[in-house]
């Protein structure tokens, strides 16, 4: 079955069509519109989704060599996202299904980042421990042989991301943070500072980063509160690379534990942040040395994409686990599954 997918949760209008053999387009329209903001602002996402998605599902059908006769169902992201935002790729996913006569699929956003990795790695095959590592998320996931996830951890505050874009916004550097923060630290001179990595427990495999963030302002406020003005590249580059190591250190400590616990044996890599190539230098070096599978999803289906939004809704219908909603389904911020009581 063809299945386009629509992707609107934040700051990309994405659209992509994908059949039986994988992805035949994947369109990704990155929103400028919040540069000068240092973050993304709700209300513009809305606006430019709006202007987009039409342009955007063109072009995704046109290089699929697709019609809208060819398609099987419509999906959208769903939820968990900016509310706004996700209304306008839900709604607009809703009436284009019903103007074809197909059924509209809505799909979790951190699951379909999990499909995205099997979709990037047909070799991975459940079960499997998955790392979703984004702005909005990071969370530590069994995927079972059914292709169900449970949760096994998640971040007491900050995702992982969001620390990357708040530590860049904290040196000055531009948005998103995580790739100016990459390249910073790339570039950076031992020695470099040794940031606190929470740990939470021998037992949990939850995350916290904002104690690291704290950590790193305190640091520069040492300096002063004018320090962004005294700042000199060496050091943007220092703090960089202690940052990005912490956080390294953090996200493959819990990891790690997660393949124990579980018995599992692969590893799958999702999200924004798994497209840092320290990240994956890291990991796949624990893989090698720990004797498990480490599978990262090329960088167009780790970032924000709608072909795992098909995907993850393709694998619901041929699994007949499809929910689709009558007459209508509504965003929303949060996914009630995934919140702790
Ligand atoms: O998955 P994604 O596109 O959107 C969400 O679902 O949140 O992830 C975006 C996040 C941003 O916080 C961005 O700074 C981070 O991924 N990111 C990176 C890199 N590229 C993007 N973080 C670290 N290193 C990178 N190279
Ligand atoms: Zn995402």
């Known amino acids: ?10 700051d990309e209008t994405a659209a992509a069509v994908v059949d039986q053999g994988g992805v035949r387009s994947n369109v990704i329209h990155s929103q400028q519109v919040h540069r000068p903001f240092g973050g993304v602002v709700p209300e513009l996402a809305s606006r430019d989704h709006l202007s987009k998605i039409v342009q955007v599902t063109r072009q995704a ?16 992201a769903s939820s968990p996202g900016l509310a706004g935002a996700l209304l306008v790729g839900n709604s607009f996913g809703q009436g284009l299904a019903l103007s074809i006569g197909k059924p509209f699929v809505p799909v979790n956003h951190i699951e379909a980042h999990v499909h995205g990795a099997m979709l990037g790695d047909g070799s991975l095959k459940p079960p499997f421990v998955a790392l979703v590592v984004s702005g909005g998320h990071t969370s530590l996931f069994h995927v079972g042989n059914d292709l169900s996830l449970s949760l096994m951890g998640r971040t007491l505050d900050d995702a992982a991301g969001e620390a990357f874009d708040k530590v860049a916004k904290m040196l000055g550097l531009g ?4 790739p100016e923060i990459e390249k910073q630290a790339a570039l950076a001179e031992p020695p470099w500072p040794g940031f606190p990595v929470a740990s939470l427990g021998p037992e949990s495999l939850d995350f916290s980063f904002s104690g690291l963030k704290t950590a790193v302002l305190n640091r520069l406020l040492a300096k002063g509160r004018d320090y962004l003005e005294k700042l000199e590249a060496g050091e943007i580059r ?33 999200g924004g942040v798994s497209v840092n190539r320290a990240l994956r230098a890291e990991l796949t070096t624990l893989a090698g040395r720990h004797g498990f599978k480490a599978s990262f999803p090329p960088p167009g289906l780790c970032t924000d994409n709608a072909a795992m ?6 694998a619901l219908l041929l699994l007949d686990r499809a929910r689709m909603p009558e007459p209508a389904v509504s965003a929303r911020s949060a996914w009630p ?4 009581p």
């Open 175 to 178: 948005y998103p943070g995580g």
């Open 61 to 76: 059908l046109e290089e699929a060599k697709a019609g809208l006769g060819d398609i099987g169902a419509v999906a959208a």
């Open 337 to 340: 599954r995934y919140q702790r």
């Open 1 to 10: 079955m063809i299945v386009l997918g629509i992707e609107t949760s934040c």
């Open 238 to 270: 220092r703090v960089s690379r202690g940052f990005q190591e912490a956080v390294i250190e953090a996200v493959s400590a819990k990891a790690l534990k997660a393949l124990e616990v579980s018995g599992c044996r692969a590893l799958a890599v999702a």
């Open 309 to 314: 939004v098909a995907w993850n809704a393709r």
